[in-house]
């Protein structure tokens, strides 16, 4: 069992940004692919964005593609997700997830490691 912490949501108005991190509790991340996924009010989850443990392939939600950049630090133990010219559509709870493999780092069911969640809003 992998527990992660998120940190850096909030509330921004539209245009802005923030920047998420996310940590594993008292360990190292395992070695393999993660990534945030996001839940908004009354929508399915959506894989946002996805990094391989070596940070040589990443995978963009279409919707966010240009906007948000994925990144990770192994020796730091951390992995952001920097979001810019956020827009109202963005606003969803973000979820950190871990576990998944290179091959399959854009499957959503890929990743068994999920966080708490971070909220997002984005006001206008």
């Known amino acids: 069992q992998v527990e992660l912490v998120e940190s850096g949501g909030g509330t921004v108005q539209t245009g802005g940004a923030l920047r998420l991190s996310c940590s594993p509790a008292?360990?190292?991340?395992?070695?393999?692919?993660s990534g945030w996924i996001r839940q908004a009010p009354g929508k399915d989850r959506e894989l946002v964005a996805a990094?391989?443990?070596?940070?040589?392939?990443?995978y963009y939600a279409d919707d966010v593609k240009g906007r948000f950049a994925i990144s990770r630090d192994n020796a730091k133990n951390t992995m952001s997700l920097q979001m810019n010219d956020l827009k109202l559509e963005d606003t969803a709870v973000y979820y950190c997830?871990?576990?998944?493999?290179?091959?399959?780092?854009?499957?959503?069911?890929?990743?068994?490691?999920w966080g708490q969640g971070t909220q997002v809003t984005v006001s206008a």
């Open positions: 997830a871990t576990g998944s493999t290179e091959q399959a780092i854009n499957l959503i069911g890929s990743y068994p490691f």
């Open positions: 008292g360990r190292t991340f395992v070695s393999s692919a």
């Open positions: 990094i391989s443990w070596s940070g040589e392939v990443t």
